[in-house]
């Protein structure tokens, strides 16, 4: 059974950095990308990054560039966001999905994790 | 940069057919896009439900019933769920997703009310 688990969300300070970790089990994890996606409160969905099964195609949403950064560990079977100098706008449950492929390129999300809420406040 | 636009909300009985919209920005032709569509209630992850490209080119999402389907409206640039036999359960928030280019893009939402 496919089983995505995030972790490191919580409550941090504007201008901060957390790192959020999703460890997968139940699939080939290297054979597949995985992405991050939030949700914000009263929001909708908003696709922040997303890294090939390899590791080296990473793709962040048009808003998203420069303070997020995507990473993989294919041996420990875990794909990490590191968000830096958080703003009070990046509160929002974060999501990590696994592609149906290899590349983050039109290969849909069809497993999630619950979420892991990170909130930003002074 | 490409948007997806969707009613904020949605109305039907149990039992009726719910019609959700997803209109393509004019920079974008539905034709060439896969439209895939995800339901989301609170406190659950986001569920794939299907995607549409054409008649002969769509997919159903692990375990989702046949009522749940999708389509194109070519001449509104938009792509269609649409939700025959409503149940109660199927109250929730939809969402179609896109890759125009060079990212993943969501539609806002509509939030689906059964009466």
């Known amino acids: 059974e496919v089983q995505l688990v995030e972790s490191g969300g919580g409550s941090r300070q504007p201008g901060g950095s957390l790192r959020l970790s999703c460890e997968t089990s139940g699939f080939i994890f290297s054979e597949y990308a995985m992405s991050w996606v939030r949700q914000a409160p009263g929001k909708g969905l908003d696709w922040v990054a997303g890294?090939?099964?390899?590791?080296?195609?990473?793709v962040y949403g048009d808003s998203m560039k420069g303070r997020f950064s995507i990473s993989r560990d294919n041996q420990a079977n875990t794909v990490h966001l590191n968000i830096v100098n958080l703003r009070v706008d990046d509160t929002a449950i974060y999501y990590c999905?696994?592609?149906?492929?290899?590349?983050?390129?039109?290969?849909?999300?069809?497993?999630w994790g619950q979420g892991t809420l990170v909130t930003v406040s002074s | 940069q490409p948007v997806l636009t969707q009613p904020p909300s949605s109305s039907a009985s149990p039992g009726e057919s719910a019609r959700l919209t997803c209109t393509l920005s004019s920079d974008l032709d539905v034709a060439n896009y896969n439209i895939y569509w995800y339901q989301l209630k609170s406190g659950r992850p986001p569920r794939f439900l299907l995607f549409y490209y054409s008649d002969s080119n769509q997919g159903q999402g692990s375990g989702v019933p046949s009522r749940f389907s999708g389509s194109k409206d070519t001449s509104a640039n938009a792509g269609i769920l649409v939700i025959s036999g409503l149940q109660s359960d199927d109250e929730a928030d939809y969402y179609c997703l896109i890759w125009p280019s060079k990212s993943w893009v969501f539609g806002g939402g509509t939030k689906l009310t059964v009466l």
């Open positions: 999905a696994k592609s149906t492929g290899w590349y983050v390129a039109t290969k849909y999300f069809d497993w």
């Open positions: 890294i090939s099964g390899g590791g080296g195609g990473e």
